[in-house]
């Protein structure tokens, strides 16, 4: 089992939906955790920490479960410029990172 | 605009070629990555460095070396690299992933390098 994973998607999507990801990690003892947003043939970009009290920034929401072990990034009213892969991060207990393979969203007219 | 610069931002070489790909950092930052990806596929970490540190190598062949000269500074040198080597290079900046006060302290990366072995 892979230590963090994603559904790739494709996940399509028409502009003004709520769509979410969710990612799970297999480390309990797993201490930060992150969504990034990459596009494509460029660098990823921290989208926002993920806290255990949940976040919210914007139109985007992320939320901590530890019990169930996974993490979730709820995006609402879809921009076509919210396309993108959309990566977990998840640093374990040693202080590693640990990249999920991404989440591919595309949403159209 | 990123706090880490990475050059070339594009690299074409020859199998016989020595290139290096530069990275600086100016985040005040104390751990520096090297990471590869590869037409969709995902980040792969290379090289981990902390505090000049090498800290990791991720079972990479020997034709990429790695060089940390000081926090702000890292070096992947090239040398007799194979077509399938063709990639995006990138390299992060984070706190002393060692320290547990750092543990909140997300990646910031560079624009990359896109590299193409022929």
């Known amino acids: 089992r892979k230590e963090v994973e994603q559904d790739p998607g494709p996940f399509n999507v028409p502009e003004g939906a709520t769509v979410a990801f969710n990612c799970t990690y297999s480390?309990?003892?797993?201490?930060?955790f992150f969504w990034y947003r990459q596009d494509c043939r460029k660098e990823p970009k921290l989208l926002m920490s993920?806290?255990?009290s949940g976040n919210e920034d914007g139109r985007f929401t992320a939320q901590l479960n530890r019990a169930s072990q996974y993490i979730s990034l709820l995006i609402r009213d879809s921009k076509l410029s919210d396309s993108a892969t959309y990566l977990c991060?998840?640093?374990?207990?040693?202080?590693?990172?640990?990249f999920g393979q991404g989440t591919e969203l595309s949403v159209k007219p | 605009e990123t706090g880490v610069t990475q050059t070339p931002r594009h690299l074409v070489m020859g199998m016989t070629n020595k290139k290096s790909l530069k990275c600086e950092q100016h985040?005040?930052?104390?751990?520096m990555y090297w990471y590869k990806q590869s037409a969709k596929k995902p980040l792969e970490l290379m090289f981990v460095?902390?505090?000049?540190?090498?800290?990791e190598n991720n079972s990479v062949p020997s034709r990429f070396s790695p060089e940390c000269p000081n926090s702000s500074h890292l070096f992947l040198h090239l040398h007799t690299l194979q077509p399938e080597d063709s990639a995006l290079y990138l390299c992060?900046?984070?706190?002393?992933?060692?320290?547990?006060?750092?543990?909140?302290?997300?990646?910031?990366f560079g624009n990359g390098t896109r590299l193409t072995v022929t």
């Open positions: 992060a900046s984070s706190q002393d992933e060692r320290t547990v006060s750092s543990y909140n302290s997300p990646l910031h």
């Open positions: 480390n309990s003892a797993s201490q930060s």
């Open positions: 993920v806290y255990s």
């Open positions: 991060v998840v640093r374990n207990q040693g202080g590693k990172l640990i």
């Open positions: 985040l005040g930052h104390n751990a």
């Open positions: 460095y902390n505090f000049k540190e090498q800290t």
